[in-house]
Nanobody
Framework: QVQLRESGPGLLKPSETLSCAASFNLDLWAIGWFRQAPGKEREGVSFIRFGDEYATYQDSVKGRFTISRDKEKNTVYLQMNSLKEEDTAVYFC??????????????????WGRGTQVTVSS
């Protein structure tokens, strides 16, 4: 069984980093960060496809969030700067097999971490 495990503080300062540790080699995979705020549907925040390291971001987080990975640790990070109250949500990471010719947000993310709460309060 492959596992993804998110970690990160619950109540954040203006800039913080979430991590997603995988129990498997990520070289042929894509990782997505998703979030779900109370009363709202889950939405994709950022995606990265390994191999060509192609990364994408939701418009609301462009320029503020950065997705990256530590290859040696099989860990993906989501650095979040200039946090806003509307960033408050449960954040999940998920993995999907890469499908060449398609953008990573269209992949079948079928392996999910349990989620970590992020609360931004002014």
């Amino acid at each position: 069984q492959v596992q993804l495990r998110e970690s990160g503080p619950g109540l954040l300062k203006p800039s913080e980093t979430l991590s997603c540790a995988a129990s498997f080699n990520l070289d042929l995979w894509a990782i997505g960060w998703f979030r779900q705020a109370p009363g709202k549907e889950r939405e994709g925040v950022s995606f990265i496809r390994f191999g060509d390291e192609y990364a994408t971001y939701q418009d609301s987080v462009k320029g503020r969030f950065t997705i990256s990975r530590d290859k040696e640790k099989n860990t993906v990070y989501l650095q979040m700067n200039s946090l806003k109250e509307e960033d408050t949500a449960v954040y999940f990471c998920a993995s999907a097999g890469v499908v060449m010719g398609r953008p990573p947000w269209t992949y079948d993310y079928d392996n999910w971490g349990r989620g970590t709460q992020v609360t931004v309060s002014s």
